[in-house]
């Protein structure tokens, strides 16, 4: 399906958003609903625009950060700081149904954007903010990005191994946030589809709000216990065995058991060892997280004496959870994304690119995988869609506006 033809078929075609955002975060969040079909309107600053476009240059001359998050988009360019480029937004702002915006903590009401600002000058607005804390505490003027937010939150006390904590790879509050914010947006706008409703509304979403979330395990543990459980690297304070094993032929298995039954079946079947699954020491979930070290020792001199396929076609058989640890460049190739044809290409400034399929599939529907905008290749277009002449863009761009 070609890409106007797949928007047009979208879930949320029609619908019109308009972002003011950097980073991560609220890119993901806009990214996510033009995947699924809206239309997203990016304005950018004239100079330099979003920063993460200047991480690197190694997809095509273009940042891997900015491919990732901002196909399909429109990029506008708008010196908010001018009343100039604020009345252009504003214009915008009448058509669209979203405003998402991720700015530094007080940047939307200096520029008049607050969510009690647009809902008078712009009553039917639905007004997403994403910030690092949320307002109201002592943290709310505080820049915020990904890794801040883990080490604040507590995430990275639980990642890596005791005495060497980590953040986790993926930037999981920016992710997480902007799809927290993506779910809140569709919920409302269902909300007005199904009740009639309309007027104002407004959302707010912090990425420390969003962590301490994803925090809820270990947070209730430790309240409950008074024990900050120490981080395993790859594998669960919570569960074993479940972590990670060399094989006889250099390679990575990982094993998981989440319950009493698959343990005995882990024991009997695929080690061939009820003494173990005997063993009263290993009978409960609790007991074997007591004695995860004998445990791990065990299960590890097995492995080592095996190559990966054999333990993973035994571990299969007698279902038992397993994977093999992958870098990067082995999932680049993996052959379960080829085999589900999960690879497409979309069209960059500096040439077509791979990129992977949004994760819903939706029946009868695929999303329409984008151009990645150059800085400003949208401002003309979008600015006549609004009724402004050629000559009223030319006066705009000499005077820095565009």
């Known amino acids: 399906m070609a890409g106007s033809e797949a928007a047009a078929a979208g879930p949320l075609a029609g619908v019109t958003v308009v972002a003011l955002e950097q980073a991560v975060s609220a890119p993901i969040c806009t990214r996510t609903l033009g995947d699924l079909g ?83 000058s712009h009553p039917d607005l639905i007004a997403v903010e994403i910030d690092g804390y949320g307002p109201g505490g002592p943290l709310s003027h505080k820049r915020a990005y990904d890794l801040l937010i883990q080490a604040e939150s507590g995430a990275c006390a639980t990642t890596g191994s005791p005495g060497a904590p980590a953040k986790p790879g993926p930037p999981m509050a920016d992710v997480s946030t902007g799809l927290y914010a993506a779910l809140s947006i569709v919920a409302l706008l269902y909300g007005r589809e199904r009740h009639g409703s309309s007027g104002p509304a407004s959302v707010a979403v912090s990425l420390f709000d969003t962590m301490t979330e994803l925090m809820g395990y270990s947070l209730n543990y430790t309240r409950h216990t008074g024990v900050d459980q120490q981080p395993r690297g790859m594998g669960s304070p919570a569960v074993a065995p479940y972590g990670a094993y060399a094989t006889a032929d250099g390679q990575t298995v990982v094993l998981g058991t989440t319950n009493d039954r698959e343990w005995q079946r882990l024991a009997r079947e695929l080690l061939d060892r009820p003494d173990l699954a005997d063993d009263k020491r290993f009978a409960s979930n609790a007991d074997r997280v007591e004695h995860r070290e004998l445990l791990d020792t065990e299960i590890g001199a097995w492995c080592a004496r095996h190559d990966l396929t054999r333990i993973q076609n035994g571990a299969d058989s007698a279902g038992i959870g397993n994977s093999r640890f992958n870098t990067p460049s082995d999932v680049i190739a993996h052959p379960h994304l080829v085999a589900r044809d999960r690879w497409r290409e979309i069209d960059t400034p500096g040439g077509p690119v791979p990129a992977l399929l949004p994760p819903p599939v939706i029946s009868g529907y695929e999303a329409p995988m984008g151009a990645i905008p150059a800085l400003g290749q949208h401002t003309d277009a979008v600015l006549a869609g609004l009724g402004i002449d050629g000559d009223e863009i030319a006066s705009l761009r000499a005077a820095g506006v565009l």
């Open 38 to 120: 809206a239309r997203v309107i990016k304005i950018e600053n004239p100079v330099g625009g979003d920063f993460t476009r200047y991480f690197d240059d190694v997809v095509n001359g273009l940042a891997a950060h900015f491919v990732w998050v901002n196909r399909g988009k429109e990029s506008v360019t708008l010196d908010l700081k001018d009343p100039a480029g604020r009345a252009v937004l504003h214009r915008l702002l009448d058509s669209a149904d979203v405003l998402v915006s991720n700015l530094t903590p007080g940047s939307t009401a200096r520029l008049g954007l607050s969510p009690a600002d647009l809902a008078v």
